[in-house]
């Protein structure tokens, strides 16, 4: 079983304006949306889009909490959400009009009692389970939660992949996760470098895989992507042609793409083209991945 963790899920509200966002004005929309997001839900949905199960964890609180793990299950996906009493699932405005305007909710607040439910769904996990951690740690919780999590469950053989930034990302390695996946710019800014060759980007992949990471997965935008897998093998694969329309998801869903990869096949090569037939076939779309997608461009690669 797959299993993420999304510690500050989201309702997005998206709008659509007909032109620039008007201030001391009313704006009328001519189209709108509601999206139920949160990096470690995006990689559910994608892996549940690929055939394969996935219990969606994480916080939820309020009426808004409520009707976002009602929505996800309506889409077919399992969750297992721990409701807090604190606060409220928070709601993200999405403006597009000329130009792009965001405006982002705070979120419930975690306790300690709160945390400790997590921990106990976390205990029921078995060998050979997967486990993926994703996005920022929210505020009120301190930033080394992701470090107790996998000193928590270290050595029960739980295949962990990690997908965060800089400090939250590098203090992990030590517990030896199966999956980091950086982007180019946020391993260079993890060495305090501009990466601009492959050669580069593999020579800091290393470094990660000396602290203790396993396998090195680089997002490259429209370059494609760079992996460095736990035997030492380097990767790289180029990215199918496509006209991006949101990139929104594309990371969470290369990860989930490159997850299926491995757990199909076992095979680190194929699992980087499934990762970034995955991901391109989100920043193609308006949504998330849909497998046909996914498999148009897995056969172009």
Avoid: W
């Avoid at 559910?44 to 009602?70: C, I, M, P, Q, W």
């Avoid at 996800?72 to 709601?91: N, P, S, Y």
């Amino acid at each position: 079983m797959i299993y993420t963790v999304t510690f500050n899920p989201a309702i997005d509200y998206v709008v659509h304006l007909d032109g620039a966002l008007k201030l001391d004005a009313v704006n009328r929309n001519t189209s709108e949306e509601y999206q139920f997001g949160g990096k470690g839900i995006n990689v559910s949905n994608v892996l549940r889009e690929l055939g394969f199960d996935t219990v969606a964890l994480g916080f939820v609180a309020g009426f808004t909490g409520d009707g976002l793990e009602n929505g996800l299950r309506e889409m077919g996906l399992k969750t297992d959400f721990i409701h807090v009493a604190q606060g409220m699932t928070r709601v993200n405005v999405k403006v597009k009009a000329t130009e792009e305007t965001e405006i982002n909710g705070i979120g419930p607040v975690i306790t300690d009692e709160d945390m400790k439910k997590l921990y106990a769904q976390l205990d029921t996990i078995q060998s050979g389970d997967t486990l993926v951690l994703s996005g920022s740690i929210p505020t009120c919780l301190p930033s080394d939660t992701y470090e107790k999590i996998m000193a928590h469950l270290e050595g029960r053989g739980i295949l962990i992949a990690v997908d965060a930034t800089r400090d939250l990302l590098v203090k992990v390695l030590k517990y030896h996760p199966f999956l980091i996946k950086p982007n180019n710019h946020e391993l260079g800014e993890i060495f305090g470098k501009v990466l601009k060759t492959d050669e580069e980007i593999i020579e800091c992949a290393a470094k990660l895989q000396e602290m203790g990471g396993r396998n090195i997965l680089v997002s490259m935008a429209g370059d494609g992507a760079l992996l460095l897998d736990e035997n030492g093998v380097s990767h790289r694969i180029g990215c199918p042609k496509g006209k991006v329309q949101n990139s929104v998801g594309a990371g969470d869903s290369m990860v989930a793409g490159f997850l299926a990869g491995c757990l199909e096949t076992g095979d680190y090569g194929y699992a980087l083209k499934l990762g970034t037939a995955t991901g391109s076939a989100t920043a193609f779309s308006l949504g998330l991945a849909t497998k046909a997608e996914v498999e148009s461009l897995l056969a172009t690669l």
